[in-house]
């Protein structure tokens, strides 16, 4: 994860009698009449916690814990959070926190390791995908293809509006998919130009000059059966990863959009493609997850029992990936006289594979997964697994898997999402969902088992939790409603949590 960012699959990935429940709820609550008065949503707090309150709750886990205070000392009321993300690249490590104060929003960054506050600065709205920083600037932009660009590093005077420039980047960019960044470009899966756009942000935040691109160009081969991008693409300094709809995996220089490598997934893909320790991570409907290298070459496939979907976590050569089973459904027949059987899919399992990289000299380097069970010579098992029940792997460190088990549900009517929504209250698709429950459960990263019963915690009082994925940053980041946010870390040879 996202740099993975948190946010919580809904439905889709709950129990199917979960599932059921959710759906029984809503329409409940949809065909109630409600007081002309009544807010659906929970109001925002008035009041503070002590930070003890919190960091009691977090104290059995074997890591260090650092907090920071967006209220500060000196006021009684909260700053209320909305947002929280963390960034790791090669300019900072930064906690990003958009909050709800006094009728407008603010974004803070801090910095991951000291807890100092970088800058904060008004914003003109919140949006829907999640914050994309470059080596100059943080950019907000929403699935309308509207942005706002805030400079990243320059120190104006406290409080002073950091905005460079808002619009729509040239051509009228409408996102099909959430966008991706590095240092130097925003890259956007452009609807209405069937195109990754790299977008340069070099001088003034706008996504123009030399260095902007699209792929693929006009008179390009590929061009003829490129569609639409769907799923969010993947970025270093030097590749572009992404999708396509029709069932390739396309790689591209992250600086000029040049073609480097298209590779066959035969089917729909279901997972965000993933770059890690120069490969490049993808899942396919034909049951299988794959591992490239940037070249194009096949770094090696392991067969699935069920359809990879959701994000792949990998680190520290661990691999995990959430499962679909597919399964034959009685429905009725089109004229209602009978019944037929459709195939769908629900939640499988969630598998953990381990894989290894070995040195060849003055050759390429050979990657191999691990089998977790020999004795079945014709595939590759898994060295464990789990149900899934739509958790999700926010930290390996120590030999322990850090996964946070998280139950939503829809709670809304239309009419009350549309009113929320031209409220400024609802604007992410986790704003439109209620929590049931929030646990952190700490695995042996062996075995897949709970270590000790107390690393079972309940989570209910930090709706923001947001795993590092970074090899120099180890931690697991939580942020509360009443102006918290939180960091649980360990050390080790990477100096992890910042040393």
């Not at 942005?147 to 002073?160: I, T």
């Not at 120069?278 to 049951?287: A, E, K, Q, W």
Request: aromatic share 10%; glycine share 8%; proline share 6%.
């Amino acid at each position: 994860m996202k740099h993975r960012t948190f946010a919580k699959r809904a439905l889709t990935i709950l129990p199917p009698g979960f599932l059921a429940l959710s759906l029984i709820v809503a329409g409940c609550v949809g065909s109630q009449r409600r007081p002309a008065d009544r807010n659906p949503l929970a109001p925002d707090p008035t009041s503070r916690q002590a930070a003890a309150y919190y960091e009691t709750q977090l104290m059995e886990l074997p890591l260090r814990v650092r907090s920071y205070d967006l209220s500060g000392n000196m006021r009684r009321d909260p700053v209320v959070i909305r947002d929280m993300h963390v960034i790791h690249d090669d300019v900072r490590d930064e906690i990003l926190v958009i909050d709800a104060d006094k009728g407008r929003n603010t974004l803070w960054s801090i910095d991951a390791y000291d807890f100092t506050l970088h800058w904060k600065t008004p914003i003109e709205k919140r949006v829907n995908f999640d914050p994309i920083a470059t080596r100059n600037y943080v950019v907000l932009m929403n699935s309308d293809g509207e942005y706002q660009s805030y400079d990243r590093l320059s120190n104006p005077r406290v409080d002073e509006a950091r905005l460079v420039s808002m619009g729509r980047y040239e051509g009228d960019v409408f996102p099909s998919a959430p966008p991706a960044a590095n240092d130097s470009h925003v890259y956007v899966p452009a609807t209405n130009s069937n195109a990754m756009r790299g977008l340069s942000m070099g001088e003034n935040g706008r996504g123009e000059g030399a260095d902007t691109w699209s792929f693929p160009r006009p008179g390009q081969s590929v061009q003829e059966r490129f569609l639409q991008i769907s799923m969010k693409p993947a970025a270093d300094g030097e590749t572009v990863a992404f999708v396509n709809n029709n069932y390739f995996l396309y790689m591209v220089d992250a600086q000029t959009g040049e073609f480097r490598a298209e590779c066959a997934l035969d089917a729909h893909s279901r997972t965000p493609p993933v770059i890690k320790d120069d490969l490049v991570f993808v899942g396919s409907d034909i049951g299988q997850l794959f591992a490239w290298q940037k070249s194009g070459e096949s770094a090696f496939v392991i067969t699935l029992e069920g359809l990879p979907y959701g994000n792949i976590f990998v680190e520290d050569r661990w691999i995990f990936v959430h499962t679909l089973e597919m399964y034959d459904e009685e429905v009725p027949t089109d004229d209602g006289k009978g019944t037929r059987l459709k195939t769908s899919t629900r939640p499988g399992e969630v598998l953990a594979f381990q894989y290894e990289l070995i040195d060849v000299p003055n050759d390429r380097p050979v990657f191999n997964v691990i089998d977790g069970d020999p004795s079945t010579a014709w595939k590759i098992d898994p060295m464990w697994s789990l149900p899934d029940v739509g958790q999700e792997v926010l930290m390996v460190h120590d030999n322990r898997v850090y996964v946070l088990y998280e139950e939503n549900e829809e709670f809304l009517s239309v009419r009350e999402k549309a009113q929320l929504r031209s409220e400024g209250r609802i604007v992410t698709k986790r704003d439109e969902l209620r929590t049931v429950s929030r646990q952190l459960r700490v695995l042996d990263i062996k075995t897949g088992n709970l270590l000790r019963p107390e690393w079972d915690l309940n989570l209910a009082d930090f709706p923001f939790v947001a795993g590092s994925m970074h090899e120099r940053d180890r931690a697991i980041y939580l942020g509360t409603k009443d102006g918290y946010v939180f960091k649980v870390f360990g050390s080790n040879k990477r100096a992890a949590g910042g040393g």
